[in-house]
């Protein structure tokens, strides 16, 4: 067996690890009565030591990977995200043992499944390094920056937990719909995941071709049924559907047409999931989160920020500004990737400063922690997909 | 302004809502309150004390942490909008043209582009208002930290090891009960602290165990960071601290450096490599199939010159300094300047090699090459015949009002006016020649044709010096410093005193993670049999432990 295929086994074994060890932390939270009393149960004990050996295999992809292309696997979408579900079990790791609480782990690895099973819808073939990726800095800056990125991400998942035990569900307000609508998120990105995979099974492709925002011909493949057409489009596969509508140059119909196949699949998936249980996703989830202290999930939403800021600050500024100067010739260039990382930057700033000066604890801090995620997640998904950059690599 | 006494006789600054030794609350507020605000420890802020000047009102806005904070979001919000569509520097047409660049928008974007353009965030980083912004933002930081970092050091430093009892109560963490033998429970207290490596001080049955205090400072020395690095971008501003310049340059040429007087470059060679699908084996070939072919490498092997240092000015003595091969990731340095690999032009018409026949026999009077860069005007060619160039389009470009256009100097699509001069036409024959086309006015003997062509390529360098960078580089790492000794370490203390007969007081504070300064009391606590202590902001967990109890 190839290195390639043995890191993509290794994957597929931490993918399942993590799956199976949620079930062991909801039995812990389940079997429990409070937070004091479930720190150290069996259950918990058992739940950890499946992470850490999924952790250990998820390691193992991204070393043999890395052994089998000769550069860091950080170069594309997939790997990157990849890396950033791997980072974030690590640091999720790192606070059961600050902390052992399971109620953590309960939440954190089914939000680090979800990122495997995202990233894992985009080519996942080895490529080999533009030249402006050829740099011992792609490593170094990538790597630190996932790593303060997923320890900020560990503070959404207390927040969330937190949330989900504080809003109340029984009555309608501005947080239960928003609270709501997190979920319904996660549902859409299920709902591309489940999309993505069936138009891959079915391998279905239609080529099309197009004039660019430059004025100049160019190619495309669809993987789903084209419900928009590109700029002047046109149909290179016969019998392919045709495109109900053609977009503007500045428009790449074929991410929309992904977007709304998600989009649409996802609600249909949440309606089923509310007609099934006749309650909001996040009353469902509440009990799961009820034994939850407060007061550990706060500090637990601080003291990740407080980590992970610095180390976020290190990977997605001082690293990226010493890289940019020896790739691109400058420091800084307001690229959207680099403004990105500038706002969440001054947002995780804008907390801390909250936190301490103006008292924002508990469920204020707790929804900052969750909005910080957002834009974490918009920098790495909606900043590479749709605006267009320097680091446009997916 | 008045000091104000304490009872226990200190005169603490006017402003101070708690005494900086005893802790006694000095204003109603605190007095009041059940869990005081330890922020700053209660002590006298300029901003919190005078408000009547307009300096005073100036500086207390800026003090202000809600300002801070609406500043950071005002920035954070507008960046996010200056993404919206590309910048002006990262679009493809003339920089320096508003027409073009409005088009572009216009275009693509349609009317909200147009919006973009005329609010001016197509350029918006380099606004008056987005650095009247950042401005705003840097004197924030320096005017808040003053503001605090005086007055903390301050009450830090002359705060007394026994607290006053209404001190300790309004502590978040406080207890008081009955211990068998307060005097041995606070000697063990003692040692068991200073295991724990907290400093110690006691003072007439009272202990004051105090860890980390350095970690306050951090936001303080972090923010000295930013300022520095803001302090570093401004210098940029300053001519001969910041250059920042590009050439092209084509293989075969020798050139001065712009912005770097003395230094001259040759290009020796471009050279682009694609991956090919045997070196890149089983590995890559997927991809190569998927994506097509991927760029190796952009490199330009070059050689440095020097001026030498005697020769006379203007003349062209040079020294040869280094040869380097330039590629993305690796620039050329040198005294300061970075050669930067930035873009490239392949195939450039380098010179033109014709011949010139009679159309009748083809007979050939011989070949000549025209160095499209310098051409030289008369060509001599064999048994008498010669060629006269007298007209060079570089960049043909159709005609106009009669005359061949030339649309620029650069040789994409070379045309020639040649005057063709034979024994049997002395007075020469006209001929118009461009690529895949010969225009003559009447019908010629002779034909000047095309042989070959040779090309070069261009290299596109940028040229940078930056004296700010080590000054950006110290910015940044006093920030890590700073960060890193705020974040990763909390101050905490705890106060242990002798309350009424045999009673125990203790309280503990820490500025952030309280959940370690429990475990470290209880570790304290057991091994001392301290009364029992709650924290106040936290009801769940104190009844948690009476469930785990029962």
């Given at each position: 067996?190839?290195?390639?295929?043995?890191?993509?086994?290794?994957?597929?074994?931490?993918?399942?690890?993590?799956?199976?060890?949620?079930?062991?932390?909801?039995?812990?939270?389940?079997?429990?009565?409070?937070?004091?009393?479930?720190s150290?149960?069996?259950w918990g004990?058992?739940?950890?030591?499946?992470?850490?050996?999924?952790?250990?295999?998820?390691?193992?992809?991204?070393?043999?990977?890395w052994?089998?292309?000769?550069?860091?696997?950080?170069?594309?979408?997939?790997?990157?995200?990849?890396?950033?579900?791997?980072?974030?079990?690590?640091?999720?790791?790192l606070?059961?043992?600050?902390?052992?609480?399971?109620?953590?782990g309960?939440?954190?690895?089914?939000i680090?499944?979800?990122?495997?099973?995202?990233?894992?819808?985009?080519?996942?073939?080895?490529?080999?390094?533009?030249?402006?990726?050829?740099?011992?800095?792609?490593?170094?800056?990538?790597?630190?920056?996932?790593?303060?990125?997923?320890i900020?991400?560990?503070?959404?998942?207390a927040?969330?937990?937190?949330?989900l035990?504080?809003?109340?569900?029984t009555k309608?307000?501005r947080q239960?719909?928003?609270?709501?609508?997190v979920?319904?998120?996660?549902?859409?990105?299920?709902?591309f995941?489940?999309?993505?995979?069936?138009?891959?099974?079915?391998?279905y492709?239609?080529?099309?071709?197009?004039?660019?925002?430059?004025?100049?011909?160019?190619?495309?493949?669809?993987?789903?049924?084209?419900l928009?057409?590109?700029?002047e489009?046109?149909?290179?596969?016969?019998?392919?559907?045709?495109?109900?509508?053609?977009?503007?140059?500045?428009i790449?119909?074929?991410?929309l047409?992904?977007?709304v196949?998600?989009?649409?699949?996802?609600?249909?998936?949440y309606?089923?999931?509310?007609?099934?249980f006749?309650?909001?996703?996040?009353?469902?989830?509440?009990?799961?989160?009820?034994?939850?202290?407060?007061?550990?999930?706060?500090?637990?939403?601080?003291?990740?920020?407080l980590?992970?800021?610095?180390?976020?600050t290190?990977?997605?500024?001082?690293?990226?500004?010493?890289?940019?100067?020896?790739?691109?010739?400058?420091?800084?260039?307001?690229?959207?990737?680099?403004?990105?990382?500038?706002?969440?930057?001054?947002?995780?700033?804008?907390?801390?400063?909250?936190?301490?000066?103006k008292?924002?604890?508990?469920?204020?801090?707790?929804?900052?922690a969750?909005?910080?995620?957002?834009?974490?997640?918009?920098?790495?998904?909606?900043?590479?997909?749709?605006?267009?950059?320097?680091?446009?690599?997916? | 302004?008045s000091?104000?006494?304490?009872?226990?006789?200190?005169?603490?600054?006017?402003?101070?809502?708690?005494?900086?030794?005893?802790?006694?609350?000095?204003?109603?507020?605190?007095?009041?309150?059940?869990?005081?605000?330890m922020?700053?420890?209660?002590?006298?802020?300029?901003?919190?004390?005078?408000?009547?000047?307009?300096?005073?009102?100036?500086?207390?806005?800026?003090?202000?942490?809600k300002?801070?904070?609406?500043?950071?979001?005002?920035?954070?919000?507008?960046s996010?909008?200056?993404?919206?569509?590309?910048?002006?520097?990262?679009?493809?047409?003339?920089?320096?043209?508003?027409?073009?660049?409005?088009?572009?928008?216009?275009?693509?974007?349609g009317?909200?582009?147009?919006?973009?353009?005329?609010l001016?965030?197509?350029?918006?980083?380099?606004?008056?208002?987005?650095?009247?912004?950042?401005?705003?933002?840097?004197?924030?930081?320096?005017?808040?930290?003053?503001?605090?970092?005086?007055?903390?050091?301050?009450?830090?430093?002359?705060?007394r090891?026994?607290?006053?009892?209404?001190?300790?109560?309004?502590?978040?963490?406080?207890?008081?009960?009955?211990s068998?033998?307060?005097?041995?429970s606070?000697?063990?207290?003692?040692e068991?602290l200073?295991n724990?490596?907290?400093?110690?001080?006691?003072?007439?049955?009272?202990?004051?165990?105090?860890?980390?205090?350095?970690?306050?400072?951090?936001p303080?020395?972090?923010?000295?960071?930013?300022?520095?690095?803001l302090?570093?971008?401004?210098?940029?501003?300053?001519?001969?601290?910041?250059?920042?310049q590009?050439?092209?340059?084509?293989?075969?040429?020798?050139?001065?450096?712009?912005?770097?007087?003395?230094?001259?470059?040759?290009?020796k060679?471009?050279?682009?490599?694609?991956?090919?699908?045997?070196?890149?084996?089983?590995?890559?070939?997927?991809?190569?199939?998927?994506?097509?072919?991927?760029?190796?490498?952009?490199?330009?092997?070059?050689?440095?010159?020097?001026?030498?240092?005697?020769?006379?000015?203007?003349?062209?003595?040079?020294?040869?300094?280094k040869?380097?091969?330039?590629?993305v990731?690796?620039?050329?340095k040198?005294?300061?300047?970075?050669?930067f690999?930035?873009?490239?032009r392949?195939?450039?018409?380098?010179?033109?090699?014709?011949?010139?026949?009679?159309?009748?026999?083809?007979?050939?009077?011989?070949?000549?090459?025209?160095?499209?860069?310098?051409?030289?005007?008369?060509?001599?060619?064999?048994?008498?015949?010669?060629?006269?160039?007298?007209?060079y389009?570089?960049?043909?470009?159709?005609?106009?009002?009669?005359?061949?256009v030339?649309?620029?100097?650069?040789?994409?699509?070379p045309?020639?006016?040649?005057?063709m001069?034979?024994?049997?036409?002395?007075?020469?024959?006209?001929?118009?020649?461009?690529?895949?086309?010969?225009?003559?006015?009447?019908?010629?003997?002779y034909q000047?044709?095309?042989?070959?062509?040779?090309?070069?390529?261009?290299?596109?360098?940028?040229?940078?010096?930056?004296?700010?960078?080590?000054?950006?580089?110290?910015?940044?790492?006093?920030?890590m410093?700073?960060?890193?000794?705020?974040?990763?370490?909390?101050?905490?203390?705890?106060?242990?005193?002798?309350?009424?007969?045999?009673?125990?007081?203790?309280?503990?504070?820490?500025?952030?993670?309280?959940?370690?300064?429990k475990?470290?009391?209880?570790?304290?606590?057991?091994?001392?049999?301290?009364?029992?202590?709650?924290?106040?902001?936290?009801?769940?967990?104190?009844?948690?432990?009476?469930?785990?109890?029962?």
């Amino acid at each position: 067996m190839g290195l390639a295929s043995l890191s993509a086994n290794l994957l597929l074994v931490s993918f399942i690890a993590y799956l199976v060890a949620t079930l062991f932390f909801g039995g812990a939270v389940k079997g429990a009565k409070s937070e004091a009393s479930y720190s150290n149960h069996r259950w918990g004990n058992v739940g950890i030591t499946i992470t850490i050996i999924g952790f250990i295999t998820h390691l193992g992809y991204f070393i043999t990977r890395w052994m089998a292309s000769g550069h860091a696997p950080l170069s594309n979408m997939f790997e990157f995200t990849t890396a950033f579900g791997m980072m974030l079990v690590g640091a999720f790791i790192l606070l059961f043992f600050l902390y052992r609480t399971p109620s953590l782990g309960l939440f954190a690895l089914p939000i680090a499944v979800i990122i495997i099973g995202y990233a894992s819808m985009f080519p996942r073939e080895i490529t080999p390094l533009i030249p402006a990726l050829q740099s011992i800095w792609l490593a170094v800056h990538v790597i630190t920056t996932v790593i303060g990125e997923s320890i900020l991400a560990i503070s959404a998942v207390a927040g969330l937990i937190y949330l989900l035990k504080h809003v109340d569900m029984t009555k309608p307000s501005r947080q239960r719909f928003w609270l709501e609508a997190v979920m319904f998120t996660i549902v859409l990105v299920l709902g591309f995941v489940l999309s993505s995979t069936t138009f891959k099974v079915a391998g279905y492709e239609a080529h099309f071709t197009y004039i660019d925002k430059n004025e100049a011909p160019a190619k495309i493949t669809y993987h789903y049924p084209p419900l928009f057409g590109m700029h002047e489009y046109e149909a290179q596969t016969p019998g392919a559907m045709e495109p109900w509508a053609e977009m503007p140059a500045v428009i790449n119909a074929q991410k929309l047409t992904t977007f709304v196949w998600s989009v649409v699949t996802g609600t249909i998936l949440y309606l089923i999931l509310r007609l099934i249980f006749r309650r909001p996703i996040a009353s469902l989830l509440q009990p799961f989160a009820k034994k939850a202290n407060s007061q550990l999930m706060d500090e637990i939403g601080y003291r990740s920020v407080l980590i992970g800021f610095p180390v976020f600050t290190l990977g997605a500024l001082i690293f990226a500004m010493i890289w940019a100067h020896e790739a691109w010739s400058r420091f800084w260039g307001w690229d959207p990737k680099e403004v990105w990382a500038l706002i969440t930057w001054l947002f995780y700033a804008a907390f801390l400063h909250l936190r301490l000066s103006k008292g924002w604890e508990g469920k204020k801090s707790a929804w900052l922690a969750v909005i910080g995620f957002v834009i974490i997640m918009f920098n790495l998904i909606a900043v590479n997909l749709i605006i267009a950059g320097l680091h446009s690599y997916a | 302004m008045s000091k104000i006494k304490c009872q226990c006789g200190h005169d603490n600054p006017f402003g101070t809502v708690l005494c900086e030794k005893c802790g006694r609350p000095m204003t109603e507020e605190a007095k009041k309150s059940e869990v005081v605000d330890m922020r700053y420890e209660g002590s006298a802020r300029r901003s919190q004390t005078y408000k009547r000047s307009i300096i005073d009102k100036i500086w207390n806005f800026f003090s202000s942490v809600k300002v801070g904070v609406g500043i950071i979001i005002a920035v954070l919000a507008t960046s996010a909008i200056g993404t919206l569509f590309p910048q002006k520097l990262y679009v493809p047409v003339n920089q320096d043209s508003p027409a073009e660049l409005l088009a572009y928008y216009e275009r693509l974007y349609g009317i909200i582009g147009t919006l973009y353009y005329k609010l001016g965030f197509y350029d918006m980083y380099n606004s008056w208002w987005f650095k009247i912004l950042i401005g705003m933002l840097g004197t924030s930081i320096i005017i808040a930290s003053v503001d605090r970092v005086i007055p903390l050091y301050k009450s830090l430093k002359k705060q007394r090891t026994k607290r006053h009892a209404s001190f300790m109560k309004r502590q978040r963490i406080y207890g008081a009960g009955l211990s068998g033998d307060a005097g041995s429970s606070l000697a063990k207290a003692e040692e068991k602290l200073k295991n724990m490596k907290y400093n110690v001080k006691t003072e007439d049955g009272a202990i004051l165990a105090e860890k980390n205090r350095f970690s306050r400072w951090g936001p303080y020395v972090n923010h000295t960071g930013l300022i520095i690095f803001l302090f570093g971008v401004l210098l940029r501003g300053i001519p001969g601290f910041y250059v920042d310049q590009t050439m092209w340059i084509r293989e075969g040429e020798l050139r001065s450096i712009p912005g770097a007087p003395d230094y001259y470059l040759e290009n020796k060679d471009f050279i682009l490599e694609t991956y090919s699908k045997e070196e890149a084996d089983e590995v890559f070939g997927e991809a190569i199939d998927r994506v097509g072919t991927i760029v190796k490498s952009y490199q330009t092997d070059v050689s440095l010159y020097k001026k030498k240092e005697d020769s006379l000015p203007g003349s062209t003595d040079l020294e040869h300094v280094k040869d380097y091969p330039i590629v993305v990731n690796k620039p050329l340095k040198f005294d300061g300047y970075n050669i930067f690999q930035m873009d490239y032009r392949l195939a450039e018409l380098k010179s033109m090699t014709m011949q010139l026949i009679e159309k009748k026999t083809g007979k050939s009077f011989g070949q000549f090459t025209i160095d499209l860069d310098d051409p030289e005007g008369v060509y001599e060619l064999n048994d008498g015949a010669r060629v006269d160039l007298i007209g060079y389009y570089a960049d043909y470009d159709g005609v106009e009002n009669g005359e061949p256009v030339s649309k620029s100097p650069i040789p994409n699509n070379p045309a020639f006016i040649f005057d063709m001069i034979t024994p049997e036409k002395p007075n020469g024959e006209k001929s118009f020649v461009a690529i895949r086309q010969t225009l003559e006015t009447e019908e010629n003997a002779y034909q000047v044709k095309f042989v070959s062509a040779e090309t070069r390529d261009i290299s596109g360098l940028t040229i940078r010096k930056d004296k700010t960078l080590y000054i950006l580089l110290l910015g940044g790492l006093i920030f890590m410093i700073g960060v890193i000794q705020g974040s990763y370490w909390n101050h905490r203390r705890i106060w242990i005193q002798k309350g009424e007969g045999e009673e125990l007081l203790i309280a503990a504070h820490t500025n952030k993670n309280w959940f370690s300064l429990k475990k470290d009391l209880n570790a304290v606590k057991e091994f001392a049999d301290l009364p029992k202590y709650e924290d106040r902001l936290d009801n769940e967990s104190s009844s948690e432990e009476e469930e785990g109890e029962k």
